[in-house]
T-cell receptor
Framework: KQEVTQIPAALSVPEGENLVLNCSFTDSAIYNLQWFRQDPGKGLTSLLLIQSSQREQTSGRLNASLDKSSGRSTLYIAASQPGDSATYLCARGGFQKLVFGTGTRLLVSP | DTEVTQTPKHLVMGMTNKKSLKCEQHMGHRAMYWYKQKAKKPPELMFVYSYEKLSINESVPSRFSPECPNSSLLNLHLHALQPEDSALYLC??????????????FGDGTRLSIL
């Protein structure tokens, strides 16, 4: 069974801190690794997608890396802001299928 | 604003009712998806349509019946649901899978409550 786990499950930081969210998956034969954020009661917003042939992707204050050999991805958030508070989900992409991780609930306090 | 629109936003129904969830996208995507998300859990894939044909059914009970009438619309017909079916139902779309998957774009979901 394909499993995707995320640590920590919850994280609380003061505004301005840099932070790292971790994602690990059991099957290295992936097509891509996608990071999403989900606000309470809302759908998912795609943040970054790393194809299996890539090592990292960057968008603004976000940087995601992928290491297929170790089955790990990290999402780095620089200079965190209260608006970054949300649940962050990684998803392992296979052919037509996404398997989601367990999520990290992030709270950034002013 | 989301580019994938789901209606209704909330739905309360009894176990004997028949209702439908609707999803619409105008991004020219030819793959559409239904996910189920229970509280504090990650989304779980239910169905995948590719070029308006059902390509994946994740062993979903027959009381859930998907339909893709055209490339922009995706429906989920509900009948005789159980209380454990109460959840957030998410629709997503993307370009169909090829050598590399494209990002999926999600709607805001329909929150379904079964009485």
């Amino acid at each position: 069974k394909q499993e995707v786990t995320q640590i920590p499950a919850a994280l609380s930081v003061p505004e301005g801190e840099n932070l790292v969210l971790n994602c690990s998956f059991t099957d290295s034969a992936i097509y891509n690794l996608q990071w999403f954020r989900q606000d309470p009661g809302k759908g998912l917003t795609s943040l970054l997608l790393i194809q299996s042939s890539q090592r990292e992707q960057t968008s603004g204050r976000l940087n995601a890396s992928l290491d297929k050999s170790s089955g790990r991805s990290t999402l780095y958030i620089a200079a965190s802001q209260p608006g970054d508070s949300a649940t962050y989900l990684c998803a392992r992409g296979g052919f037509q299928k996404l398997v989601f991780g367990t999520g990290t609930r992030l709270l950034v306090s002013p | 604003d989301t580019e994938v629109t789901q209606t209704p936003k909330h739905l309360v129904m009894g176990m004997t009712n028949k209702k439908s969830l609707k999803c619409e996208q105008h991004m020219g995507h030819r793959a559409m998806y239904w996910y189920k998300q229970k509280a504090k859990k990650p989304p779980e894939l239910m169905f995948v349509y590719s070029y308006e044909k059902l390509s994946i059914n994740e062993s979903v009970p027959s009381r859930f019946s998907p339909e893709c009438p055209n490339s922009s619309l995706l429906n989920l017909h509900l009948h005789a649901l159980q209380p454990e079916d109460s959840a957030l139902y998410l629709c997503a779309s993307s370009q169909p899978a090829g050598e590399t998957n494209q990002p999926q774009h999600f709607g805001d979901g329909t929150r379904l409550s079964i009485l």
